[in-house]
């Protein structure tokens, strides 16, 4: 039975054949992906992989920044400004935008 850290699937599992003719298997950990936008989906630019420095220096610093692109923040501030003119209401705004366009509105 593996070590209970290893049951998890943030292991991946290596199948070797050691030089004595065993099947063993190791594990290791998943290779992390890039951070993507929580609204469309797209791999986010201008964030640094590399792990030095901490979070606060790899991501960018504006609004919404590490969370959404550049496109979907722009549609964000645009929805919000709409709202708060009271040009459209906040129903007329799809699910995932809704909050963060109610986020923006409480700042």
């Not at 070797?16 to 986010?44: D, F, M």
């Not at 420095?53 to 709409?82: H, P």
């Amino acid at each position: 039975m593996p070590k209970p850290m290893h049951r998890s699937r943030s292991f991946k599992r290596v199948n070797k054949v050691t030089s004595t003719g065993r099947n063993v298997i190791h594990y290791r950990r998943a290779a992390t992906s890039a951070p993507h936008c929580a609204i469309c989906r797209g791999e986010l630019n201008g964030i640094s992989m590399s792990k030095a420095g901490g979070r606060t220096r790899r991501t960018n610093n504006r609004l919404f920044g590490g969370v959404l692109c550049a496109n979907c923040t722009a549609d964000i501030v645009k929805l919000g400004s709409r709202v708060e003119q009271g040009d459209m209401k906040l129903g007329d705004i799809g699910i995932r935008q809704r909050a963060y366009v109610l986020q923006l509105m409480s700042h």
